[in-house]
């Protein structure tokens, strides 16, 4: 079972700032079959990138994930009120199951 | 519209059962594999359990196998998920799930619900 480590737990960053998050796996991610999702309170997830790199239908340009093996990345590159929120990453790429990281806060500093 | 809703959560006491339902609209049902993912107070998500779309390919977490049992009725555009022997640490909102396709490069979930909450609790 892949296991997934994001970091930072909270990141305390102003509107306008650059939000960077990683997601590190415990062996190579086939593929790169690793996605982000999105959680704002009382809300369900919400897909922002898959394939490591490829943005969801309807999600801003301000978002963008890299990376690639063991290492993943989502960049937010301008903070809007709106994105506050817990991000996920989640691998897909082998047979369940389908794990998840425990989640990066991004809160108003 | 394309939606997923899910329903039958609820209080129940320890060791007791309970039947989740999600229904889906807007889309092929019969054509998608379907999750369960769930999400303790507080906490993060857990994949729960996997269904492909002819029934053919069913997972589960460790965490429920034996106890949780996932199903679906494409006829009616419905997933389910009985749970049986429910403990204290079963209590979350529970969340059905679309992935995206058939492929490998579309096993990441696309559609959710909004989720039903199930507590645990004598």
């Known amino acids: 079972e892949i296991v997934l480590t994001q970091s930072p737990g909270t990141l305390s960053l102003s509107p306008g700032e650059r939000a960077t998050l990683s997601c590190r796996a415990s062996q190579s991610v086939s593929s790169s079959y690793l996605a982000w999702y999105q959680q704002k309170p009382g809300q369900a997830p919400r897909l922002l990138i898959y394939?490591?790199?490829s943005r969801a239908t309807g999600i801003p340009d301000r978002f963008s994930g890299s990376g690639s093996g063991t290492d993943f990345t989502l960049t937010i590159s301008r903070l809007e009120p709106e994105d506050f929120a817990v991000y996920y990453c989640q691998q897909y790429g082998s047979s369940p199951p389908r794990t998840f990281g425990q989640g990066t806060k991004v809160e108003i500093k | 519209e394309v939606q997923l809703v899910e329903s039958g959560g609820g209080l129940v006491k320890p060791g007791g059962s309970l039947r989740l339902s999600c229904a889906a609209s807007?889309?092929?049902?019969?054509?998608?594999?379907m999750n369960w993912v769930r999400q303790a107070p507080g906490k993060g998500l857990e994949w729960v359990s996997s269904?492909?779309?002819?029934?053919?390919?069913?997972y589960y977490a460790d965490s429920v196998k034996g106890r949780f049992t996932i199903s679906r009725d494409n006829a009616k555009n419905s997933l389910y998920l009985q749970m049986n022997s429910l403990r204290a640490e079963d209590t979350a909102v529970y969340y059905c799930a679309r992935e995206a396709g058939v492929v490998a490069a579309d096993w990441y979930f696309d559609l959710w619900g909004r989720g039903t909450l199930v507590t645990v609790s004598s």
């Open positions: 394939g490591a790199s």
């Open positions: 269904i492909s779309s002819s029934s053919s390919y069913i």
């Open positions: 807007g889309f092929t049902f019969s054509s998608y594999s």
